[in-house]
T-cell receptor
Framework: SQTIHQWPATLVQPVGSPLSLECTVE??????LYWYRQAAGRGLQLLFY??????ISSEVPQNLSASRPQDRQFILSSKKLLLSDSGFYLC?????????????????FGEGSWLTVV | RKEVEQDPGPFNVPEGATVAFNCTYS??????FFWYRQDCRKEPKLLMS???SGNEDGRFTAQLNRASQYISLLIRDSKLSDSATYLC????????????FGAGTTVTVRA
C-alpha cells in the first residue's frame, strides 16, 4: 500500500530563519506531489505541485520554494521566514501523472507540519 | 467569487440527529467531487467521492446537483465521532493537476 510521510511534525522558527520540510511517498511510482498550506480557520492553499523530478509549478508568489530531487521526494524551503508563513503545511500525492480525478483516484495527504514563526 | 464555497457553520447537533450541508462551486466544467473530513490539527482524509447519481456510504449520503452547481452531504444518526470539519473538494478543469478546496463546514455532535 502507499504511504506518505512528512517531517518535522512541529517546528517553531524565528523570523528570518531558513525552513526545510520534507515529504516522501512510498509504494508508488511517478506520483504527482503537492504542497499545501492551511492558515488558522482558512481553507487549503496550493503552494506548489510537481508532476516529475525537477518539475515544479508555483501557485503563489512568495518567499517559499520547492524542489523534487527524487521521484518520491518533495521538499519545501525558505531562505528567510516571515511571520505570515506560520500555518499547517501539508504534503500530498495523487496516483497518476495526469490527475484524472475520477472517483477512486483522489489526493492523499501526509500528517502535516505545524510551523510557528516567532 | 471563490471557486468553492461552504457554510462554515458550526452545525451543533445532538447525537442521533440528521445534519446536512451544501457546497457550491463556480466552475460548471468541474467533473469530480469529493468530501473530505478533517479533525482538529490533523490532515484531511477522504470521506467519500460524489457520484453523479448520488451515493451512500453507511450513514453518509452525498448528492450532486450540476444544474445548480452544488454538492451536499447528509449525515444520519450522528455520532459524537462525526464531529469534524468537512471539506468540499472539486476538480479544477483549467488544470488537470489541481483541486479546489472549500474552507470547510464544522460539525459538532453533542451528547
Amino acid at each position: 500500500s502507499q504511504t506518505i510521510h512528512q517531517w518535522p511534525a512541529t517546528l517553531v522558527q524565528p523570523v528570518g530563519s531558513p525552513l526545510s520540510l520534507e515529504c516522501t511517498v512510498e509504494g508508488t511510482s511517478n506520483p504527482n506531489l503537492y504542497w499545501y498550506r492551511q492558515a488558522a480557520g482558512r481553507g487549503l492553499q496550493l503552494l506548489f505541485y510537481s508532476v516529475g523530478i525537477g518539475q515544479i509549478s508555483s501557485e503563489v508568489p512568495q518567499n517559499l520554494s520547492a524542489s523534487r530531487p527524487q521521484d518520491r521526494q518533495f521538499i519545501l524551503s525558505s531562505k528567510k521566514l516571515l511571520l505570515s508563513d506560520s500555518g499547517f503545511y501539508l504534503c500530498a500525492w495523487t496516483r497518476d501523472r495526469r490527475a484524472s480525478f475520477l472517483p477512486g483516484n483522489t489526493i492523499y495527504f501526509g500528517e502535516g507540519s505545524w510551523l510557528t514563526v516567532v | 467569487r471563490k471557486e468553492v464555497e461552504q457554510d462554515p457553520g458550526p452545525f451543533n447537533v445532538p447525537e442521533g440527529a440528521t445534519v446536512a450541508f451544501n457546497c457550491t462551486y463556480s466552475n460548471s466544467a468541474s467533473q469530480s467531487f469529493f468530501w473530505y473530513r478533517q479533525d482538529c490539527r490533523k490532515e484531511p482524509k477522504l470521506l467519500m467521492s460524489v457520484y453523479s447519481s448520488g451515493n451512500e456510504d453507511g450513514r453518509f449520503t452525498a448528492q450532486l446537483n450540476r444544474a445548480s452547481q452544488y454538492i451536499s452531504l447528509l449525515i444520519r444518526d450522528s455520532k459524537l465521532s462525526d464531529s469534524a470539519t468537512y471539506l468540499c473538494v472539486v476538480t479544477d478543469q483549467r488544470n488537470d493537476y489541481k483541486l479546489s478546496f472549500g474552507a470547510g463546514t464544522t460539525v459538532t455532535v453533542r451528547a
